[in-house]
C-alpha cells in the first residue's frame, strides 16, 4: 500500500532526529497535530440550487507562536494533504525563525468552475465555519494554490462581520487597501531568488551561463522565471497545468507574463510594447520538463510532482523547490544517490509567509513599511537562513532538506524544553 502523504512528510523528521539530540518529548510533540477541523459549507449557487462544500482547517503545532498557514482551493484538498501542509509550515516558521507554528486549510472545489459570486459566497461560508478556530493570536490564514489577494479580503471582511470590529491581523495576503504589506505577492519569488542568489557562489555557479526550467506559471511560478530571466539566467522552459514550452536559446518571461495577462494564454512570445509575436519554441509536456537536462529545476505547481517512478530520469543538477512537497522521499533518496542537490521547500517557498509575518506585525503596530524595508528585511532573512542550513549540511555531512529539518527541530525543541521536559520532572 503506497504511503500517505502525511507518512512521507513525517519521514522528514525521523530523518532530522538521527542527526539531533531532541528530547523524547519533542518527538513526542511534534507526531501529530493540535487540532484538526473538518465543516462542511453551504452554498447558495447562482441558479438558485445549493451545494455543499468540504472545508479543512489543520493546526500542527503553537508551541513557537500562533499558527500560520495559506488555504487551498482545489478539487484534491483533503485531511491528508492539508495535514501534512500544516506539518511542513511547522518545520516552515522554525526553519526561517519567525515567531508562528505551523497551519493550513482548504476546501475541496475547483474554482474554475465557480463564478466570481459563487467564489466569494464560498470564502466566505470558509471562514464562517472556521471562525472559532482562527485568530490573530490563535490561527492566521493566507493565500496559497488558487486562491488571492481579493479572496483573502472577502474573507478578512467577514472575519470582521464576525467579530464586530476590524482584525487585520488575523488573516494575511490581503489587498493594500485593507492592511496588507507591500510586497506580499511577490514574497515567496523573492524569497527563493534571495535563496538561490546566496546558493551561487557556494555552488560555483553563474547566472549567464545557468539554464532554468519552472513547473507552474501561477503566483509564484512566474514571480521566479521573471526574477530569474530579468538577473541574466537563461529560463529556457516554464510550464502551466495544461503543458509547457521550452526554448534552449531561453524565453522571454517578461513577455509571456504580459501576454497570459492581456489574453489569458500561455504562450511563447516576444513582445514589444503591446505587439506581441510567437517565438521559435515546442510544446512539451509537464513530465518532459521534469526530465530537460538543464541545471535548475524548479517546482512551483504541487506535491508529489518527481517520485520514484521518474527520479531516475530527472537530469538537472540542482533542483529547488518552490511548491510545497513537491519531491517524495522515496525520490529524494534516488536524487541523493545520484549527486542532485534539492534545495528544500521549507526553505527555499519561506519568503511568503517571512512576509505575511512583516504584514502581521505592520497590523498590530499600526505602522506600514516602505517596499523597500519589506524587501529588505526579506533578503537579510533569506540569506542568514540559508548560509546557516548550508552550514550544517556541510558539518553535518547530510542533505540540504535533512539540514533544513535539523535546523527547524533544533529551534521548535527549544520551545518545548522551555515548558519543562520529563528529564526536569524526574530529577
Ligand atoms: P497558483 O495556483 O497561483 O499556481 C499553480 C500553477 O501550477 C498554475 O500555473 C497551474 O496551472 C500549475 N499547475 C497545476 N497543476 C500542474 C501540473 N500537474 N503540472 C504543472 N503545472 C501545474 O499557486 P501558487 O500560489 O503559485 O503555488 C504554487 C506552489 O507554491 C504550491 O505548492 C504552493 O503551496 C506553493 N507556495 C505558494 C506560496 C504563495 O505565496 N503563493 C507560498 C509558499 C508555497
Not at 551561487?200 to 521573471?226: K, Y
Not at 516602505?370 to 528585511?377: A, C, F, Q, S, W
Request: proline share 4%; net charge negative.
Amino acid at each position: 500500500m503506497s504511503e500517505s502523504l502525511f507518512e512521507q512528510a513525517s519521514q522528514r523528521l525521523a530523518d532530522a532526529i538521527a542527526h539531533v539530540d531532541v528530547s523524547e518529548d519533542a518527538i513526542e510533540r511534534l507526531k501529530s497535530p493540535k487540532a484538526s477541523l473538518q465543516v462542511s459549507i453551504p452554498v447558495r449557487m447562482d441558479d438558485g440550487t445549493l451545494k455543499v462544500f468540504q472545508g479543512y482547517r489543520v493546526r500542527y503545532n503553537d508551541l513557537r507562536g500562533p499558527t500560520k498557514g495559506g488555504i487551498r482551493f482545489h478539487p484534491n484538498v483533503n485531511m491528508d494533504e492539508v495535514t501534512s501542509l500544516a506539518f511542513w509550515m511547522t518545520f516552515k516558521c522554525a526553519a526561517v525563525n519567525l515567531p508562528f507554528g505551523g497551519a493550513k486549510g482548504g476546501v475541496a472545489v475547483d474554482p474554475k468552475q465557480l463564478s466570481k459570486f459563487e467564489l466569494e459566497r464560498l470564502s466566505r461560508g470558509y471562514i464562517n465555519a472556521i471562525a472559532d478556530f482562527m485568530g490573530a493570536d490563535v490561527d492566521i490564514p493566507a493565500p496559497d494554490v488558487q486562491t488571492n489577494q481579493t479572496i483573502m479580503g472577502w474573507m478578512v471582511d467577514e472575519y470582521n462581520n464576525i467579530q464586530r470590529r476590524l482584525c487585520p491581523a488575523a488573516i494575511t495576503g490581503k489587498p493594500i487597501a485593507m492592511g496588507g504589506s507591500l510586497g506580499r505577492e511577490t514574497a515567496t519569488g523573492l524569497g527563493a531568488f534571495f535563496a538561490i542568489e546566496t546558493l551561487m557562489p557556494l555552488l560555483g555557479m553563474h547566472r549567464e551561463q545557468t539554464t532554468v526550467a519552472v513547473q507552474g506559471f501561477g503566483n509564484v511560478g512566474s514571480a521566479i522565471a521573471d526574477l530569474l530571466s530579468k538577473a541574466g539566467y537563461r529560463v529556457v522552459a516554464v510550464s502551466d497545468s495544461k503543458g509547457g514550452i521550452y526554448a534552449p536559446q531561453g524565453l522571454d518571461v517578461p513577455s509571456i507574463i504580459q501576454y497570459k495577462n492581456s489574453t489569458r494564454t500561455f504562450q511563447a512570445v516576444y513582445c514589444q510594447d503591446t505587439l506581441c509575436n510567437i517565438v521559435d519554441h515546442q510544446r512539451i509536456t509537464n513530465e518532459e520538463l521534469l526530465k530537460l537536462d538543464v541545471d535548475f529545476l524548479i517546482p512551483a505547481a504541487l506535491e508529489n510532482q518527481i517520485t520514484e517512478s521518474n527520479a531516475d530520469d530527472i537530469r538537472a543538477k540542482y533542483i529547488f523547490e518552490i511548491a510545497n512537497g513537491p519531491v517524495t522521499p522515496a525520490a529524494d533518496a534516488i536524487l541523493e544517490k545520484r549527486g542532485i542537490v534539492v534545495v528544500p521547500d521549507i526553505l527555499v517557498n519561506a519568503g511568503g509567509v517571512t512576509v505575511s509575518y512583516f504584514e502581521w506585525v505592520q497590523n498590530r503596530s499600526g505602522l506600514y513599511w516602505t517596499l523597500e524595508e519589506v524587501n529588505d528585511r526579506l533578503k537579510h532573512s533569506m540569506i542568514a537562513e540559508t548560509l546557516s542550513i548550508w552550514k550544517i549540511a556541510d558539518r553535518k555531512q547530510t542533505s540540504m532538506r535533512t539540514a533544513a529539518y535539523i535546523h527547524a527541530l533544533t529551534r521548535l525543541s527549544e520551545a518545548i524544553e522551555a515548558k519543562g521536559t520529563r528529564a526536569y520532572f524526574i530529577q
